[in-house]
Structure formats: C-alpha cells, structure tokens
C-alpha cells in the first residue's frame, strides 16, 4: 500500500476518533502540539489502526512516536511483515 494511501486512512481513523476535521497530514506533524491530541486520543487512535489493519503496535513503539511520519513508517513497517507471513 503506498504512503499516501495510508495517510488518508490515518487521516480518517484520526477524525472518527477525535471527531475533528483535519487539513491533509504532513509527515512532520507532532501528534501532541500538532493535533492536540492527548493520551487518550492517541490510544483510541492506535486501536483503531489496528483493528483497521489487522495488526499489533507494540508500546515500546508507542513511546517513540511523536508525528505523523512515525505512524506511517511503524504501519509500513508492520503491514508489510504482515503481508509476508502471509505469503509464507
């Protein structure tokens, strides 16, 4: 799945949780400052993420993400481990 495609996803699981309109998401948006999301946002944001696509984000890796970018390179990341165990 390209980058942009998850973006748009993300885009849209950020404003069914938050219920807030966002303008298109830059890689380098902070999750805090950015989109003023708190603690509880970004949990029910990740729930939503991984029921969408089928797969675990671990909290040691919640801990390091700070924007935007870091959601999609931990989903490009996670996606495509999962599309190879799948193939196995």
Not at 27 to 36: I, P, R
Request: hydrophobic content about 40%; proline content about 0%; aromatic content about 2%.
């Amino acid at each position: 799945m390209e980058r942009t495609q998850l973006s748009a996803i993300v885009l849209d699981l950020l404003e069914k949780e938050t219920g807030e309109t966002y303008d298109a998401l830059e890689d380098s948006t902070t999750l805090n400052e950015g989109l003023g999301l708190d603690s509880l946002d970004m949990a029910g944001l990740i729930l939503h993420i991984e029921s969408h696509f089928g797969i675990q984000i671990e909290t040691e890796l919640l801990d390091e993400i700070k924007n935007v970018g870091q959601i999609l390179d931990t989903l490009e990341d996670k996606i495509a481990l999962k599309e190879g165990k799948n193939a196995a």
